[in-house]
């Protein structure tokens, strides 16, 4: 009995680290990222990206250090996404485009605040730097992608206008 505990308590320490941490470690990339970017083939393209972006939310890890990761991760994450409404958008799917292209707006506002500032000097300051440059371009080109989108239509509760439900 107490060798069927030990591992599942064992298997509660692991961690699992999001794909895209691979091509940092120096293996073969992401198969669904180099897909999503790279193929095509647009229904291969496609379902790639919506595979990176359903991918499980990453949280920090401790330190300055783990914070950059997952913020790379994240902005992975929302280029795939970005990339997602443009292939949508190539296919004539309007409204599949402008949904992705939210998605890719709501994940780059996860990353940190401070990842849009210009970055402190030091050795660590060129990786900083180029990291800004990738978070603004993304941000700019899904502001420029969210202009060919409509408003999302607020739903209006039962009772507004004066009008009195009852």
């Known amino acids: 009995?107490?060798?069927?505990?030990?591992?599942?308590?064992?298997?509660?320490?692991?961690?699992?680290?999001?794909?895209?941490?691979r091509a940092l470690q120096g293996h073969e990339a992401d198969v669904d990222s180099r897909v999503c970017f790279r193929s095509d083939a647009v229904p291969d393209a496609v379902a790639?990206?919506?595979?990176?972006?359903?991918?499980?939310?990453?949280?920090?890890?401790?330190?300055?250090?783990?914070?950059?990761?997952?913020?790379?991760?994240i902005l992975d994450r929302s280029a795939a996404a970005l990339r997602l409404s443009q292939l949508y958008g190539a296919t004539g799917e309007t409204a599949n485009s402008c949904v992705a292209v939210r998605?890719?707006?709501?994940?780059?506002?996860?990353?940190?605040?401070?990842?849009?500032?210009?970055?402190?000097?030091?050795?660590a300051s060129a990786q900083?730097?180029?990291?800004?440059?990738?978070?603004?371009?993304?941000?700019?080109q899904i502001e420029q992608a969210m202009?060919?989108?409509?408003?999302?239509?607020?739903?209006?509760?039962?009772g507004v206008n004066g009008r009195v439900i009852g």
């Open 1 to 21: 009995m107490r060798w069927l505990i030990i591992p599942v308590l064992l298997s509660g320490c692991v961690t699992l680290e999001p794909p895209e941490m």
């Open 48 to 73: 790639a990206c919506k595979r990176v972006i359903a991918r499980a939310d990453v949280s920090a890890w401790p330190g300055m250090v783990g914070r950059t990761l997952a913020d790379m991760v």
């Open 103 to 123: 998605r890719a707006a709501e994940l780059l506002q996860k990353v940190s605040p401070e990842r849009f500032n210009d970055p402190p000097r030091g050795s």
């Open 128 to 140: 900083n730097k180029a990291q800004l440059n990738r978070a603004l371009t993304l941000k700019e």
């Open 147 to 158: 202009t060919a989108c409509p408003a999302p239509r607020a739903s209006v509760p039962a």
